[in-house]
């Protein structure tokens, strides 16, 4: 772990559904190339970070800065072109478009991003598939595809919402082989995975959120001695 | 003859059919744009189409400048109106519940149509067929005025560029996604509010070109946007909510449907339209074309 000043970092954030407050100061810091992964049960406001991260909620407070940029008072396609990439847990794939228009939906953001060739060699199911319609794909193909439209715009940091979910342990293999690969390449990523054994392959340190902020963090080396309290915290 | 009615009948009620049908298509399809996007219901559709009519007529009577040229600088002006009203209001009341709009919009197309009632009054005012297009064809079976094939033409090339902008562009796939799930979009870093303007303008724009289009075949008066309306409110329910498709084919398939009652029974041809919408809307909730059925 490099001992930079943070690439994320975020202080004291709040958001809110309407009248529910839904985080209550979320406090974490994401330095340049590491793989950070937010712990936590169903509702406990692990997404809700992401999206108000990207700015997904408009109801929020509190400090996101971004490479020195504030976050927080931009509209939401400029913390995109920030240089930050974001791959929704719903997959967000476009039921009318084909997968090649799902992948060239997002604009490219910055240079250094995968050209389409080297895309397709690393999911060639897309490149098979490339001109059916994107809910068409299984759900692991999906899930490469909303990973794959991001590798092509040049973000060079991910936010990745419960990646694994409702997927068969293969595909969920051939995802962590991939993340793995993203961080070889030196890319941030921010991982929300209620799946800590998989989460432990590539993540260089964890945060545990409960009640709508965070409760504990921990690098990886920490992991087993931690066990218990993951057992207890998370219900597995 | 053709069951009973001589095929010069026929064949003239068609052609009013087609001509009637083309712009339902085109204005069906502009509404079907901004319904699909901005989910806002534009009830001041019909007073842009007018509102093209008459700036047409304007920059002819006042200025000089006919058809040919009118025929860009009407669409753009229109869409120019479009932008300002969405940038002033419409983006005001996405937050809000879409009925907000609806009402928006129809306070708008009262307005539009006040103004020019107050100052031109309801008469119409003609517009002459450009020289080039004046005059007809003998097809032997019917008398084609040359105009008439003018709009039926134009109204398919226009829909067809439209639905290759929507299908085959960039601009499109935006739209399209945005339309799916417009957070989305704009967190890949799309502007989607640029986006929703630009689409807004456009259908808007398409409206107008409507318009002048239409004004050398009906007067050019401030009631023909309310007249329009409500039929193309029925041809975009019969084709789906939002779906482009829907709307350009449901637009000459009831303007068809309309024509052929005029021959067979034209007591029921002011009301066919609405009858066929009563049966979608029974049969087939979302529209014939629509996916939510």
Redo the contacts between chains.
């Keep these: 772990m490099s001992s930079t000043a943070p690439l994320l970092s975020v202080r004291g954030l709040n958001a809110w559904y309407g009248e529910s407050h839904a985080l209550h100061g979320v406090d974490l810091d994401i330095r340049e190339g590491e793989t950070v992964t937010l712990l936590g049960r169903n509702g406990v406001g692990k997404t809700t970070t992401l999206r108000a991260i990207?700015?997904?909620i408009r109801k929020r407070t509190g400090q996101v800065t971004f490479a020195g940029k504030d976050l927080i008072r931009i509209?939401?396609?400029h913390?995109?072109?920030a240089g930050i990439g974001?791959v929704?847990e719903e997959r967000?794939i476009?039921?009318?478009?084909t997968v090649d228009?799902n992948l060239?939906?997002?604009?490219v953001?910055a240079g250094g991003g995968m050209g389409i060739d080297e895309i397709f060699d690393l999911f060639p199911n897309l490149k098979e598939r490339r001109n059916s319609q994107g809910t068409k794909l299984s759900g692991g193909e999906q899930q490469m595809l909303a990973i794959a439209?991001i590798l092509r715009?040049g973000a060079r940091t991910i936010l990745l919402d419960e990646p694994t979910e409702g997927l068969a342990p293969v595909i969920v293999q051939r995802i962590g082989e991939l993340l793995a690969e993203l961080k070889r390449r030196g890319m941030t990523i921010l991982l929300v995975e209620q799946n800590f054994r998989f989460a432990s392959r590539i993540a260089d340190r964890f945060y545990l959120i409960e009640h709508g902020k965070v409760m504990s963090e921990f690098p990886v080396g920490e992991l087993e001695n931690r066990m218990d309290e993951l057992h207890e915290v998370l219900g597995v | 003859m053709i069951f009973g009615i001589p095929i010069q009948a026929f064949a003239g009620q068609l052609l009013v059919g087609l001509i009637n049908g083309s712009f339902y298509a085109m204005l069906s399809l502009g509404l079907a744009i901004i319904f699909g996007l901005l989910r806002v219901i534009n009830f001041a559709h019909g007073a842009q189409y007018m509102l093209g009519a008459f700036i047409g007529y304007l920059i002819l009577a006042k200025l000089g400048i006919g058809y040919w040229p009118a025929l860009i600088l009407v669409p753009i002006a229109v869409g120019l109106f479009g932008i300002i009203v969405e940038r002033l209001a419409l983006s005001r009341l996405y937050e809000v519940d879409p009925l907000y709009g609806l009402l928006f919009t129809f306070g708008l197309a009262l307005v539009l149509e006040g103004v020019f009632r107050y100052i031109y009054g309801v008469s119409g005012n003609p517009y002459p067929v450009p020289p080039a297009l004046a005059g007809g064809v003998n097809l032997g079976f019917m008398f084609l005025p040359i105009y008439r094939g003018w709009i039926v033409v134009a109204s398919l090339i226009v829909c067809l560029g439209a639905w290759l902008l929507v299908e085959k562009t960039?601009f499109g796939?935006?739209l399209?996604?945005a339309?799916?799930?417009p957070?989305?979009?704009?967190?890949?870093?799309?502007?989607?509010?640029m986006l929703l303007t630009l689409t807004y303008g456009l259908g808007a724009g398409l409206a107008g070109l409507a318009g002048i289009m239409a004004a050398p075949v009906y007067q050019v008066s401030p009631l023909m946007g309310s007249n329009m309306i409500i039929i193309v409110f029925a041809v975009v329910v019969v084709g789906g909510m939002g779906s482009i498709l829907g709307a350009i084919l449901t637009g000459y398939m009831l303007g068809l449907a309309e024509g052929l009652t005029k021959v067979f029974y034209p007591e029921a041809s002011s009301i066919v339209i609405f009858v066929i919408m009563a049966i979608v809307l029974l049969i087939r909730p979302a529209g014939l074309f629509g996916k939510d059925a």
């Design positions: 990207m700015g997904l509209p939401l396609h913390t995109a072109r974001y929704p967000g476009f039921a009318t478009l228009e060239m939906l997002p604009p953001i439209r715009t | 960039k796939s935006y399209r996604a339309t799916e799930n957070k989305l979009v704009q967190a890949f870093g799309v502007n989607v509010p």
